[in-house]
């Protein structure tokens, strides 16, 4: 399996933006792609993002298109979720995730994103003045 790592969660005003990364580490060779999850308190996760690794092709909820852009760097072995013109409702706790298949997108659905077998332990935003 392959060990991921949040990092970048914090505080900030409605309108304001904030970049997490996801590290990774074992063995990444075995993974092809990467997403980003979130769930708020009392809620159901719900995917967010993700990314094909090998093409760099990107996939989002609706939710956040047009706001967040995913990318990734794989010299470093990190993903990253630049968020922009963030909202009260964008709080939430904010999980990467990798899988061993491209990102495999159930439309529709509240995950979104299937196939996920290695998971983050989680990093903290919140949105609010």
């Known amino acids: 399996q392959v060990q991921l790592v949040e990092s970048g969660g914090g505080l900030v005003q409605p309108g304001g933006s904030l970049r997490l990364a996801c590290a990774a580490s074992?063995?990444?060779?075995?993974?092809?792609?990467t997403g980003w999850f979130r769930q708020a308190p009392g809620k159901e996760r719900e995917g967010v993002s993700c990314i094909d690794i090998g093409t760099g092709t990107t996939y989002y909820a609706d939710a956040v298109k047009g706001r967040f852009v995913i990318s990734r760097d794989n010299t470093q072995r990190t993903v990253y979720l630049q968020m922009n013109s963030l909202k009260p409702e964008d709080t939430a706790n904010y999980y990467c995730?990798?899988?061993?298949?491209?990102?495999?997108?159930?439309?529709?659905?509240?995950?979104?994103?299937?196939?996920?077998?290695?998971w983050g332990e989680g990093t903290l935003v919140t949105v609010s003045s």
């Open positions: 995730a990798a899988a061993r298949t491209p990102c495999t997108v159930v439309y529709g659905s509240r995950s979104l994103f299937y196939g996920m077998d290695s």
């Open positions: 074992g063995f990444t060779s075995d993974y092809e792609a």
